[in-house]
């Protein structure tokens, strides 16, 4: 097999006394799409939170692209990058959030463009170039100029994803992107994220939209209690849980649906 | 009635031109301390969200001082405390060091308030783009906070501007102590205290209608 784009090694992490993630071994190979799912606080979301060091993890390793990522090796000891090194990796991945986070003093188009000219440098021109072609591919173009507020939640997600999607990022993180939707509006995100997994993108995608996963992710990996107790293919996963734990946890969320 | 004002014609000539350049120190008074109010609060604020306890120490005793003590004590303690230590301040310098200290703390509250409303996904939204945290602060936090604080800072502007006539009793050439002087050589103190205060209301009614409208567009923004 091919070198995976994404490595977790033995990840943990703590919130004071409580562990949450009690060693975590994940592999993402390049264009795979994998779906975390689990139950509320087992851990899914600091998962994905640790792969770019928004959470720093207790003990472990993230490689991307066979790069130590958010560490440094010297010798056999492994110490924590400068804010600037690391810095310059997270750019390399893009992440939506549950709760879109646009920046409300910036307009749609300089919310997508504005890293890429304070981060990367870039010219102005050419990054509103790029930000509209992203925006075109959420189909918010014909929004560019106005300012988050006035977006529906939908719209401001979708322009969420374009600004990740300038990063033109090896890997996309997706933590819940649904979840703070109105109902009506959740069918909008879901198309777009499948859009963009119909183009070969690895992403990570933390979710609670089972029927979704099964469709979308090439792999479902079911988290319980910090660890992560079965994974697969997606429908193997959904259609044929062997974990009762994972059973009963489909059972539930089919309820809910 | 018409008596009483008759007496601002027959003086008008002799009150008006040291008038208006007290008028003017007491605006550069003003404005010098705003900004240095402004850069110490700003300052401040940050170091009272520092991960250095000894840093957030120092800011908190900070913003407890200047709370619980008067800002005529700082005025004071600068002009005639300092020199027995050999630090010597102009009446004018003074007044705008003792202000601007005066006046930070609260500024520097009103820049944490700001800080803190903004949402915590705002600046993890900056850093997963690749912004480092100084870039954060600069290109999103500051920004956001300025646009949640202005109102009350503008309002902080008018405060500092009443709080300049102190500087009267630390001889700073300013609209208070022209007044004073005055009034105690030509016996008209009703006449010269009213008309400086008609000339404080005046400077401070612009900046308080620029402090409604800036308000009322924030909040129309915000509600959008």
Known sequence: MAEPLLKVENLHKSFGSLEVLKGIDLELAKGEKIALIGPSGCGKSTCLRCVNFLEIPNQGHIYLDGELFGQKKVGDQYSQMSEKELARQRATIGMVFQGFYLWPHLNVRDNVAIAQIKVNGMAKSEANDLAMDMLKKVHMDHKSEEFPERLSGGQQQRVAIARALAQRPKLLLFDEPTSALDPELVGEVLNTIHELADEGRAMMLVTHEIAFAREVADRVVFMDGGGIAEQGPAKDIIDNPQNPRLQSFLGQMLERN | ?224
């Open chain 2, 1 to 224: 009635m018409i008596e009483f004002l008759s007496v601002y014609g027959e003086n008008w000539s002799t009150w008006q031109p040291p008038m208006v350049s007290a008028i003017w120190v007491t605006l550069a008074l003003t404005f010098c301390a705003y900004i240095l109010a402004l850069a110490i609060g700003l300052l401040v604020a940050l170091g009272r969200m520092s991960n250095s306890a000894m840093l957030r120490a120092i800011c908190k005793g900070y913003v407890e001082f200047t709370r619980g003590v008067p800002t005529l004590v700082i005025l004071f303690l600068i002009y005639f405390g300092l020199p027995g230590f050999g630090i010597v301040f102009d009446a004018f310098w003074a007044g705008v060091i003792g202000l601007g200290i005066g006046m930070g703390g609260y500024i520097a509250e009103v820049f944490r308030s700001g800080l803190q409303a903004i949402h915590f996904g705002q600046r993890e939204a900056a850093l997963a783009v690749g912004m480092t945290p100084f870039q954060s602060f600069r290109y999103i936090m500051l920004p956001l906070a300025i646009r949640i604080v202005l109102p009350p800072m503008l309002n902080m502007l008018i405060l500092i501007l009443k709080d300049s006539s102190l500087c009267a009793l630390i001889t700073a050439p300013e609209l208070m102590l022209f007044a004073k002087d005055l009034a105690s050589t030509t016996f008209l103190p009703m006449h010269l205290y009213l008309l400086v205060g008609v000339v404080y209301l005046a400077l401070s009614l612009p900046m308080s209608l620029v402090a409604r409208r800036v308000e009322a567009r924030m909040q129309a923004g915000m509600s959008r």
